[in-house]
C-alpha cells in the first residue's frame, strides 16, 4: 500500500450527497478480485453517455461534456470534494481501488458511510471529515479559482489552502499511523514476522508429530 505523508494537489468536485458505492464504480464491473484497472470505470453512469461493460476500450466511448471530471480544468487532480454521506451503499471494497486508481489520494466531505470510510484507510486512500460549513467554502473557491490545490498534510492533520489557511481535521491514530507507513492489514503482518517464524519453531520443537507429512 502506498504511504500517504503530504499530498499537494488538484481539487475535483463531486457536488451531490448520498453518492453510493454502485455511482462510484457500478455493479458490472466488479468482476475482478485485484486492485487495479477500475479508475477508467469511476463514476461510469455520470461520466460516460453509453453503457460501459467489462473489457471495453472506453477510450471510444462519448464522454458527458457536464461531468465535472471530464472538464479540462480537473484532468489530474488527486483530491475530491464532496458532499454528506459519500460512500453509502453497499460494503464493495471496488469503490476505494476506483478511486486510487483513477488517481485521488484524499477525499474531503462532511460525513462518510461507515464501511466506505473504513475501507478507504485499508487502501491507502485518505478520507478527510470537516465541517459542512468549510466544505462548502472549499467549493466556492474551488469554483472561483481554475487550478484550484489543497495541501493535505497526514502528520500534522491539516489542509491547508493556497492563501495558507489551515483546516485541523482528526484521524484515528492507528490508522494515521498505518497511512504514514504504507501499512495494510498484511502489512502489519509482516512486521511481526520474525516474531511468527520463531513461534512456528517452537511449536515445531515442541510437537513434531503435527508437521509430520503423510505419505
Known sequence: MRAFTV??????????????????????????????????????????????????????????????????????????????????????????????DYGFRCVIAPSYADIFYNNCFKNGLLPIVLDAAIVEQLFQQMYANEGYQLTIDLERQVVITSAGDEMAFEVDA??????????????????????????ETGWRQQSPWLFDVIQ
Open 7 to 100: 499530498e499537494t494537489g488538484l481539487v475535483a468536485p463531486m457536488d451531490r450527497a448520498n453518492v453510493d458505492t454502485d455511482m462510484i464504480i457500478p455493479k458490472q464491473f466488479l468482476k475482478s478480485i485485484k486492485r487495479s484497472g477500475f479508475g477508467p470505470n469511476l463514476f461510469d453512469e455520470q461520466r460516460y453517455l453509453d453503457e460501459g461493460q467489462p473489457g471495453r476500450d472506453n477510450s471510444q466511448r462519448p464522454l458527458n461534456p457536464d461531468f465535472p471530471l471530464n472538464a479540462a480544468r480537473y484532468q489530474g487532480a488527486s483530491v475530491l470534494l464532496a458532499r454528506d454521506n459519500f460512500g453509502c451503499g453497499s460494503s464493495r471494497e471496488h469503490a476505494p481501488w476506483a478511486l486510487d
Open 174 to 199: 492507528f490508522r494515521k499511523h498505518c497511512l504514514l507507513h504504507g501499512l495494510d492489514e498484511i502489512g502489519l503482518t509482516l512486521e511481526q514476522a520474525d516474531a511468527i517464524r520463531t513461534y
